[in-house]
């Protein structure tokens, strides 16, 4: 059978409501992350594989461009919310990716209830959004370490800085 297009993989939430609890059902264990994934880099693609080898089905959380405007100010994100979904999508190890609006992805966690919860190694135990609904249900969270030198924000610094010095 061949791998879903990429714009395939991108759901609302109540269609994945439905196919988490098919996955459910049949055993599968449910991952989820989220984030803005705003200039996807390799960090990016680290912290999605460690995600994908936690469980069977991944589920990916994405901020509506509004949503990452609240967290990271204006001129972000640098691309909209349709290209940043389509990327993730695109990879082999995303099953499923999903536009969220809110500031954090507690309405999402609440309805999909997944197995495991990951996000990356700077996020402190107890600032992890949703981690009370997963170990209520039994789950795991997973803290993936982060890759040295990938960071989105430090990106765009060193581009920034690359224009600077291409303008003298």
Excluded at 74 to 100: E, M
Aim: hydrophobic share 40%; aromatic share 4%.
């Amino acid at each position: 059978m061949p791998a879903p297009a990429a714009r395939d993989k991108i759901k609302p939430l109540s269609i994945l409501a439905g196919v988490v609890r098919r996955a459910n059902a049949r055993g599968r264990r449910v991952v989820f992350t989220n984030g803005c994934f705003d200039l996807l880099h390799a960090g990016h693609v680290t912290l999605l594989e460690h995600a994908k080898r936690q469980g069977d089905l991944l589920i990916v959380g994405l901020n509506s461009d509004r949503s990452v405007r609240a967290l990271k100010g204006p001129g972000r994100p640098v691309f909209s919310q349709r290209d940043r979904a389509l990327l993730l999508a695109a990879l082999q190890s995303v099953d499923y990716v999903t536009i969220f609006t809110e500031r954090t992805p507690q309405r999402l966690i609440e309805r999909l209830r997944p197995d495991v919860l990951m996000k990356g190694a700077d996020w402190g135990a107890g600032q992890i959004v949703g981690s009370d609904v997963v170990r209520r249900k039994g789950g795991r969270i997973v803290r993936c370490p982060l890759l040295k030198g990938s960071s989105t924000t430090a990106i765009i610094q060193r581009i920034k800085q690359a224009a600077r010095s291409d303008d003298r």
